[in-house]
């Protein structure tokens, strides 16, 4: 077991996990999740109910498969992605002199309460999420991958 | 890079072909979609009146 690939692996671990809980925790409440997002004040009112909708089972299936190890790469690249455009979304909170809750984990921040308000705490921690997935990405092993064990003979 | 547009497609189609059956199968996605697709729908938060003791709705979210 090489150490990149154990980096990786961990990596998995800790950006899957979070995303799974946090899409589940969204799920579970997905009146409470468009609420935050009109707060945002950026999307058009007719499709914030369907980004309530959609966006935590984004969340969960890309979590599941960076944990699972199965498309994990590709699955890797999207919560890239996904985190760049939550932390421009932030960013442009922070601009504009609002505080509004940042809805990253829903429920779960109540339940075990921790500060959810979309600041440069959330914005560092979008940070280390795209750096966490882009090494996922261009890390040429990992192990207990699902994908590795549906591909051997 | 063909493989992984592919892939991608395929996680976004799954994602939203799950996401929109299990709305339309919970109380609370249901009341979300009719918004989505501008039914009149209503949100609001039940509880027992202090005096009657009956189901009032308290508040009106949209």
Redesign the interface.
């Known amino acids: 077991m090489s150490v990149p690939a154990a980096i990786s692996f961990a990596f998995r671990v800790i950006t899957g996990g979070i995303f799974l809980i946090s899409g589940l925790a969204k ?1 579970s ?3 409470r999740f ?2 935050t997002l009109r707060d945002f004040r950026l999307f058009p009112e ?1 499709i914030v ?2 980004a ?3 966006l ?3 969340e ?3 979590g599941l ?1 960076v944990l699972s190890g199965l ?1 994990y ?3 890797s ?2 919560l890239a992605c996904l985190n760049f455009v939550f932390m421009c979304a932030i960013l442009s909170v922070i601009v504009r002199g609002m505080e509004v809750d940042c809805g990253c984990f829903g429920l779960l921040a109540d339940m075990l309460k921790i500060p959810d308000m979309a600041d440069t705490k959330a914005v560092i921690r979008n940070l280390l999420f795209i750096g966490m997935s882009l090494y996922i990405f261009k890390a040429k092993k990992t192990i207990f991958s699902l994908e590795d064990y549906l591909k051997k003979p | 890079m063909k493989r ?1 547009v592919i ?2 497609l ?3 189609l ?3 072909l ?3 059956i ?2 339309a199968t919970s109380s ?2 249901i ?3 009719k ?2 697709f ?1 039914i009149k729908a209503e ?1 609001g938060v039940v509880v027992a009146d202090a005096g009657s003791g009956k189901p009032r709705q308290t508040m009106k ?1 949209m």
Request: aromatic fraction near 18%.
């Open positions: 799920i409440d997905p009146v468009m609420f007719i109910p369907f309530a909708i959609y935590p089972w984004l969960f299936m890309l498969l498309l790469r590709t699955g690249l999207m | 992984t892939e991608v395929f996680i976004l799954i994602s939203l799950i996401s929109f299990y709305s609370v996605g009341i979300l979609l918004k989505a501008k949100i979210y």
